[in-house]
């Protein structure tokens, strides 16, 4: 039993793209009838996953993360620890858009996870001081522009109330929180030690840049 959990955990996010593959499968067979919605979460989630497989090179914002920012030796952690949290998350977040395209706020929590990644993969090359971008820089800006063409796609074509926004930012916000905590909770390292090095390292970076 335990092998199998260490199979699974290290192979997460190849068992991730079997469960997206399932959903194209199933959207190919029944394209015609899906909604307008389900076809854009859809695009957002294929993107998400060729985002994630970019990310898996040498030099990714994971590895500044937590190498200069958490103070981490994640290639010593188990494989898989630092991305399962990831793959649950991306998986249950984009299957509950699929199954329920009616609630509009579970593809607008998507639409913000998508919009999001393009954000702090640029703020990451600011924190970082980068000359160049990251594995996973261009997949994260196509899938922010595409989940920004979606919002203009959905305003043209359905209506719905303004409160759908709200219920799809507090749906990211606790998924996020909650995948956080799980990927915490999963290193060796006490909370404390990591808020302290988070907290040397922003100090050092822009203390120094307030001080010139």
Known sequence: MKKFGLFLLKNNIHLMTLVFLGWAVWAAFNW???????KLTLGMYALLIIHEYEEGYKGRFLDLM???LLQINWRALTPGVTHISQALYI???FSAALIWPEKLWLTFAVIILCIFEGFVHNMGIVIFRLRSVTPGWWTAM??????????VVINRNIEYDGIQWLW???????CFLCM?????SMLDKPMAERIASVKRFMKERFGKTGSE
Request: glycine fraction near 12%; proline fraction near 0%; charge should be neutral.
């Open 66 to 68: 937590a190498g200069r």
């Open 142 to 151: 196509l899938m922010c522009a595409y989940a920004i063409w979606s919002i």
């Open 168 to 174: 799809g930012v507090l749906c990211f916000l606790g």
């Open 32 to 38: 015609s009838g899906l909604a307008l919605v389900q």
């Open 91 to 93: 998986t249950l977040a």
């Open 180 to 184: 956080e905590i799980l990927f915490q």
